[in-house]
Nanobody, 122 residues
Framework: QVQLVESGGGLVQAGGSLRLSCAAS????????MGWFRQAPGKEREFVAH????????YYADSVKGRFTISRDNAKNTVYLQMNSLKPEDTAVYYC???????????????WGQGTQVTVSS
């Protein structure tokens, strides 16, 4: 298991950018594939992006492809989500998670952060 702490959320106008960070504790971080999910009020938690352990493979939800970029720095035990061209529908609590393999299902991830709020105003 690994402990995860997200940061970088906030209020931004439509068209703006934010970069979320997820800091991990533990020496095993570099072995875990990582994902970002989000959950808007009244909606289910949904997949946003995934990156493999080495950072060489990334996957995105269609709704964010071309606007969001996931990356990681294993030396810093951190995974990032760069969000550009933000839209009001991107408003949600964003969570990072550690898993064992690529998956778009939140149930496949074993460790979660507490989440960070992203609000995009129109």
């Amino acid at each position: 298991q690994v402990q995860l702490v997200e940061s970088g959320g906030g209020l931004v106008q439509a068209g703006g950018s934010l970069r979320l960070s997820c800091a991990a504790s533990g020496r095993t971080f570099s072995t875990y594939p990582m994902g970002w999910f989000r959950q808007a009020p009244g909606k289910e938690r949904e997949f946003v992006a995934h990156i493999n352990w080495s950072g060489t493979l990334t996957y995105y939800a269609d709704s964010v492809k071309g606007r969001f970029t996931i990356s990681r720095d294993n030396a810093k035990n951190t995974v990032y989500l760069q969000m550009n061209s933000l839209k009001p529908e991107d408003t949600a609590v964003y969570y990072c998670a550690a898993g064992n393999a690529y998956s778009r299902s939140y149930s496949s991830y074993h460790s979660w952060g507490q989440g960070t709020q992203v609000t995009v105003s129109s």
